[in-house]
């Protein structure tokens, strides 16, 4: 195992040189290659850049930028110089941006674009410690950079750090090779500061060996090597990206492709055709709710064989989880299904993806179990920015739905007395950046505290429950776990969304939000009459369908965990309005805030869902 993540990018350049590290676009061109020696020259250069500004070992440098390739770039060049990355989201709003900044006390800042530049200038006044700003992309046309700040020696351009960091290297050819040997592994490596569904950002430290530890553990669980194509979407800023993308596709010798943006995923798995991905169950839900569509649109017949071939795939797999050989009738049906629908269904979502991770929030086990049944196995995991990513994750030859597998090597697990998750091992934290307090509260005997609620079964796979601060305790003092049934409810194909209530009262009620394209393609083939999607929002029709398959749906659930009442949002959630976090968790206590009213008229109207 490499002496630190620096090091991490020299051997894999020393071991695999002219091989493609990575692929990215810029302006909508066609995808470019970078090798192993091309992308640790740039990374050296820049930190050679980094020192020639002045940067000291130590010291905090942040890149405010979206996941690419300059994401990257500038993060391993931080860690090069002997400092510490700090990776701030894109989305963070300006107070947050300031808390960070000033928190860390960020002498530099990485900044991807003219956008992201005017967010950063507005608090600028506002962070005396920061000395200099990095532009990772040219102006726009016509542009100068002189012209994009007031203020003198503030801005330069990536060419204009590389061309000091040249200038440096010639003098002083020692330094970076020099700061980097003197990088230990107990020594800081980043500080994440977590993007919270409610309160302040906090700094989570991690340590080169926090996240090394991690990473040696994980190539047995993920295999993945050269040949193999990771397509990178979700933000760097976050940990599950970071250490299982970034750091762990340099450990593991893969080719890296950065998508465009979240929204041309699917444009770009056509064109690089990835064997892996890591996804947060949002994305997941999108591609079966897309496929499920097609299914239920499909005729009489055809659709018959398709559900056929499905129930025959989850078959073999739960086959295979408990360990057993298919039997030979199952092995020809499976023969059958393969032929003629699963290979098809796996082509219409990516010919040659074979392992996807999904993690950052609970997955629901129908549509994990759905992508394992047609041959893409989908493991879950679990993991927390303060835990280095993950602690926990399913296993290929025992992949049990539901439930985020055993833990990994290195890390020892318990769940407390009132039902919370603990950890501790190498790859925990160090504690929050300036926050003893803080760090008291989660610490307990050498015990990380998740926050988690969850269950170990008999074969040390763990269930996780709900977060301890969600839990919705009734009017009758039945304590109840929202997120699972939200799962149950996003199991509807045209359900995006869904937030349930019910604290101190009798029962529940949920916010729901609909895929707009999915639910109007559906209201056509039923014929119902409507102008646009808002006006298909009050269709009748619509809402005893929904009444419908909620009902249905809940039925296996305790009495006091069904959904009574909804109601429809007019758009889906977003990071924008403020009700997701920039890793698309749910903010319930701001939804909560916002739709009082709402919420509150739901428990004045009759019940519209009809009990068992």
Partial sequence: MPQSLAHLLVERAEKSGPAVALRYKENRAPYRDMSWTDLAALVKDMSFGLAALGFQADERAAVLAPTSHHWVAAD?????????SVPIYPTSSSSDLEHILNNSEAKI???????????LLKVRAKVPHLKKLVLLTAP??????????????????????????????????EVVDQRRDGVSRE????????????????????THHNILSVLADLPELLPVGEGDTFLSFLPLSHVFERVCGEYYWIYSGCTCAYAEGIEYVAKNM??????????????????????????DGASGRARKLIEWSINVGREVQAQKNSGKEPGRILKLKFAIAEKFVLSKLRERIGARLKLIISGGAPATAEVIEFFNAIGITVLEGYGLTETSAPTNVNRIDKNKFGCVGPKLKSVEMKIADDG???????????????????????????????????????DGYLKITDRKKDIIVNSAGKNIAPQK????LKTIPLISQAIVFGDKKKTLVALLTLDEQATSEFANEKSWSFKDFSDLLQNPELNSYLKSEINKKCAPLADYERVRNFSILPQELSVENGELTATLKIKRNVLKAKYRDLIESLYKEESVLVSR
């Fill in 420 to 458: 919370e998750v603990c950890f501790r091992g190498p790859s925990i934290f160090t504690g929050y950046y300036r926050a003893d307090e803080m760090n008291s509260e989660v610490f307990n005997d050498g015990w990380f505290h998740t926050g988690d609620i969850g269950v170990i079964d008999a």
């Fill in 109 to 119: 800042v990485f900044v991807y674009n003219e956008a992201l530049l005017n967010k």
């Fill in 140 to 173: 726009s046309k016509g542009k100068s950079l002189s012209e994009l700040t007031v203020e003198e020696g503030l801005l330069i351009g990536v060419e204009e750090l590389l061309e000091q960091g040249r200038a440096l290297k010639a003098e002083q050819p």
């Fill in 76 to 84: 391993l060049s931080i860690i090069s110089a002997g400092g510490v």
């Fill in 485 to 488: 049934i939200e799962n149950v």
């Fill in 187 to 206: 020594k800081l490596a980043t500080i994440i500061y977590t993007s919270g569904t409610t309160g302040t950002p906090k700094g989570v430290m991690l």
């Fill in 270 to 295: 056509g064109e690089v055709q990835p064997t892996h991905m890591l996804v947060v169950p949002r994305i997941l839900d999108k591609i079966y709710s897309k496929v499920k569509g097609g299914i």
